[in-house]
């Protein structure tokens, strides 16, 4: 089956700073979407994108489907970003289920 | 909109039990999921439902059950607790399965067997 692997497995950073978050997949897809777990376990679906480039206030994301990869940008981080990122695909085979494979994430600390 | 609701929101079983996970939803969501969360791992899809009535499996369907008897409930049984079934479980919906259609995700229920 299609592999999601993400990087990096963990980041600490100061309030303030930016960073990017990297997610790999083994094969073409038709979706993909960027979670955020917070660290009392509640996910959050940030962005569908199979492709191109979408931003939400500090945060963007850009997929580059041809080259079987996505990047997250968190710019001005701030505590409440804090959590686990992850990526998930799916391929849409046949009739469509919205099957997603999760990779296993980015956690990331934000320090005031 | 309560949104996705899950109970209960922890549960410790004995090895050999059994119990039911209550999932529902009040946005007339036609697609259902149930995933499983290992500690430091990403989601692995256990079961899903594309409207009442209809059940499919997912990666990890082992030692589960599901039913659809309406579009709002989504429960998931397990039937002979094993201490592999340790994790959280979530429960998810979305109005359809097109590329746009986002997954809404319930608070979790974190499940110990021992």
């Known amino acids: 089956g299609i592999q999601v692997e993400q990087s990096p497995p963990d980041l600490i950073l100061q309030e303030g700073a930016n960073s990017t978050l990297r997610c790999n997949f083994s094969d073409s897809v038709n979706n993909l979407q960027w979670f955020h777990q917070n660290p009392w376990g509640q996910l959050i679906n940030l962005f569908y994108i199979p492709s191109g480039t979408k931003q939400n206030g500090r945060l963007s994301a850009t997929t580059v489907a041809t080259e079987r990869y996505s990047l997250l940008y968190i710019s001005s981080s701030q505590t409440t970003d804090s959590g686990v990122y992850f990526c998930?695909?799916?391929?849409?085979?046949?009739?469509?289920?919205?099957?997603?494979?999760f990779g296993t994430g980015t956690l990331l600390a934000v320090q005031p | 909109n309560a949104g996705v609701t899950q109970t209960p929101k922890f549960r410790i079983l004995k090895i050999g039990q059994s119990m039911t996970l209550q999932c529902a939803q009040d946005m007339n969501h036609n697609y259902m999921y149930w995933y499983r969360q290992d500690p430091g791992m990403g989601l692995k899809l256990i079961y899903y439902?594309?409207?009442?009535?209809?059940?499919d499996k997912g990666e990890v369907p082992n030692g589960y059950n599901v039913s659809r008897s309406t579009t709002e409930d989504f429960p998931l049984r397990l039937e002979l607790a094993a201490p592999s079934q340790t994790s959280v479980y979530f429960c998810a919906s979305s109005y359809g399965a097109t590329r746009t259609d986002t997954q809404y995700f319930g608070p979790g229920t974190r499940l110990t067997v021992l």
């Open positions: 439902s594309v409207g009442a009535g209809i059940t």
């Open positions: 998930a695909v799916d391929r849409f085979y046949g009739g469509a289920t919205n099957k997603l494979i």
